[in-house]
């Protein structure tokens, strides 16, 4: 519960100091970073819109928006091809939010993720609003989420490596 408050916290000051373009925005991603490393306790580094918080175990996650991630966990997720509007990317979790998705693009997305292994322990929900989907992959090591809300046109992807 602590560590959810403080990434909220830091979602707030991310996109409350950096959203301001100003002569002074080094000045202000650099107050950023040192707020945030007093937050966290951990390495921060701010680089417009993209936050990397390095912890003390050396574990490290990035905070963006706008571009598909390549690396850590998320290269584990097949590409949705959108308007990506949030991500947090790490070695232990991934999320990604992408808008514009008809309903017939998220039924062919989820033929993609299946047919990239996630089949083990399916799960599906639907009602009038939204649509989840839940499996792990066939090595057992990841656990996949996506929700699509319906009239937003909105696809929530979370991917988290499974505990041994």
């Known amino acids: 519960m602590k560590k959810a408050l403080i990434l909220c916290l830091v979602f ?14 080094k000045a202000a991603e650099k107050l950023t970073e040192k707020i945030l490393e007093d937050m966290t306790g ?4 701010v680089d417009g819109d993209k936050v990397t918080i390095e912890t003390k175990d050396g574990s490290e996650i990035s905070i963006s928006g ?23 990317n790490s070695d232990a979790m991934c999320m990604i939010i992408v808008e514009g998705i008809k ?16 089949t083990q322990n399916e799960t599906n929900y639907s009602d009038s609003s939204s649509k989840t989907f839940i ?3 066939t090595d057992d090591e990841i656990t996949i989420q996506i929700t699509y809300l319906i009239e937003n046109e909105e696809v929530s992807i979370t991917v988290g490596k499974n505990q041994k």
């Open 135 to 137: 499996a792990t992959n």
């Open 66 to 88: 706008n571009e598909w991630p390549k690396d850590k966990l998320a290269k584990y997720i097949p590409k949705l091809d959108g308007n990506v509007t949030y991500v947090a």
């Open 42 to 45: 951990g390495k921060v580094d």
């Open 12 to 25: 707030i000051f991310i996109f409350t100091l950096t959203g301001c373009k100003s002569p002074s925005e």
């Open 103 to 118: 309903n017939a693009e998220f039924e062919k997305y989820l033929e993609r993720v299946k047919d990239a292994g996630y």
